[in-house]
């Protein structure tokens, strides 16, 4: 019932191993210039207690980066306000694209990735988002992933 990218579309294998770079499965910095946290935009299955989640990457303010990386082991961070952050996430299935999409980073308990809301447009994502989607919707959209022009990063 989801999909995620494994790194901001702005990473690049060339960056590995670099002091000033890291690449984990929750965060990513790039030439000590660019600060990324993965979350989930989860939209909710419509006649269902199901959700699809698509697992993203955000960008982040230095501060707000150095923050949520002070927070990511404490418990009770999910009572932090939420963190602006643009979408570095392409979902090709979208158009327009979902690249800097604005979004706010909500942290969730120990362990869990933030929730992503994405601002409230008129973006097919975005309303995906508010309204839900349908069962055949997530067949449709598994479908594009695996066999179309999507794919699973």
């Not at 158009?95 to 409230?120: D, M, W, Y």
Request: proline share 7%; glycine share 8%; charged share 25%.
């Amino acid at each position: 019932m989801g999909y995620s990218a494994t790194a901001p579309d702005v990473w690049d294998a060339s960056f590995e191993g670099r002091p000033d770079s890291l690449l984990s499965s929750d965060q990513c910095v790039i030439k000590a210039q660019h600060y990324f946290i993965k979350g989930l935009i989860e939209i909710p299955v419509i006649g269902s207690d199901e959700v699809f989640s698509w697992g993203v990457w955000v960008s982040l303010s230095r501060d707000n980066f150095s923050r949520a990386a002070d927070m990511w082991n404490t418990p009770g961070r999910e009572d932090e306000k939420p963190y602006f952050g643009w979408l570095t996430t392409e979902l090709p299935i979208y158009s327009p694209g979902t690249t800097n999409l604005k979004t706010n980073a909500h942290t969730r308990p120990v362990g869990q990735r933030p929730f992503i809301e994405l601002e409230p447009t008129d973006h097919p994502l975005a309303v995906e988002q508010r309204t839900g989607i349908s069962l055949d919707r997530v067949r449709e959209i598994a479908e594009t992933v695996l066999h179309g022009n999507g794919e699973d990063r």
